[in-house]
């Protein structure tokens, strides 16, 4: 005799294969840098507010800032409910881009965003520049000089704040010098090793570092209105007479064949993480501001976002 289970105890069970023991968050690039840090705020969260019983594994998968991982979502991993995959305004810069090869926004499930960081400029401790003037004056003076190191290659989010920085010096960002590594983790190490002389990084990436004992400086950073915490007392882009600013929304995607349920599961877990009364506090240590959003919200995030790079991306002419 067969014994049939009720509809809700089936979708339970089946949701539970999406969050469970083996429940991986991908970093599509090398440790140290942004993405990292979102899997590490993903995991902490989950685990916090006990939405999980045990932590989620961290693993790196590098390759063309974020491509690689895209691409294994979309067909190996299409399906797979136990992994999320963590993503930032970079990776929907890429896609705006066609960097991505034949996929769009439209391929994966963008499951939830975690946070809001925001782009910094920064140089080594005992660079000759104290304030962004004095960058931007001696970027105008001899645009040859002085090398700038980028988390990703031409057309990343780096190298688009440091073309901002060209143009605001008066010079073509076409003759910058400019070295691309995998992550802004290794980029920040070459800025500390005196391989590069300027890194339009991020605030929450650059954050760590420091705290890991990175001997930098922050000359500026790219938001609306200064940042709280470490931050306050570094004057925005903006008051310093050159209005460029750079959020960066960081979160995480579900490949798109994961099921509703899972999806749900998912969902649900990251709701009881992000109102959990120490989110802010994991935030805090991330050096993320607070932006979460999921559904038909992060949906219109992203669209509009990605619209946003498709014409900064003709403007400097690079779209492909």
Known sequence: MKHLLPLWLCLATAAHAGLGANTQCIAPAKAGGGFDLTCQLLRDSLQTSGATRSPIGISYQPGG??????KNMVTR??????????FSSGTLLNLAQGR??????????????????????????????NNLAQLLSALNEAPNKLIFGAGGSIGSQDWFKAALL??????SHKTMRFV???GGGEALGALADDHVHVLAGDAAEIGQQIDRGAKVKILAVLSDKRL?????????????GHDIRWPILRG?????????AQRQEWSAALSKATSHPRYDQLLERAGLQKMVLT????????QQQTAHYQQMAREFGVLR
């Open 100 to 129: 991505f090869g034949p996929y769009s926004a439209a391929h994966v499930h963008w499951l939830y965003s975690l946070g809001m960081d925001h782009g910094v400029i920064a140089v080594r401790h005992n660079a000759p520049y």
């Open 228 to 240: 709280p915490g470490r931050w306050a007392h570094v004057p925005t882009a903006k008051e310093q």
């Open 252 to 260: 995480v995607y579900l490949g798109p064949e994961v099921s509703e």
């Open 65 to 70: 800032i974020g491509a690689l991982a895209f």
């Open 180 to 182: 691309a590594f995998e």
């Open 166 to 171: 060209a143009r605001a010096a008066g010079v």
């Open 77 to 86: 991993q299409a399906a797979e409910a136990s992994i999320a995959v963590a």
């Open 295 to 302: 559904g038909p919200a992060l949906e219109r995030m992203i």
